[in-house]
């Protein structure tokens, strides 16, 4: 795996490849981090956050934005792969993306009656079945905690 960082940090010197404990990209450093106990020689997400980085992935507007932004990471991912003769493993990706997709189905319940809600703000949403307005974390890398405001 150290030879696959070497090249890609050839290959991409404008993004410094950084030793970590989690896999993220950050785009106000331009750095991807690795955790080369989680690579396991797999660099399916290492490939995924320099996917974000090529990609110039910074901040998300919206649950659907980063819904959005982490599939394009992802299909980047592949082009890169096969660049560099790396397989992804495409269970892996899947349990990634259905991730998000139970963070974002948590986060879109209404607390009160159960029913989808639609996003008013980045923190905000409103239930349209019983009008129930409330609020979540702004990170996608926590729970999904939901509060109800009182109207």
Known sequence: MHTLIETLARDFPQFTFTPSDNLHWSFT???V???EDKLDGSADGLLHELGHAVLGHNDFTDDLDLIYKEIAAWEK???LAKVYGQPLNEDYIQAC???YR???HKRSSCPRCGAHGLQAAQKRYNCLNCEQTWNVSGSHHTRPYRQSKSD
């Open 29 to 31: 450093t331009q750095e």
């Open 33 to 35: 981090f690795y955790s």
């Open 77 to 79: 991912a592949k082009e």
């Open 97 to 99: 993306l259905g991730s």
């Open 102 to 104: 139970d963070w974002l």
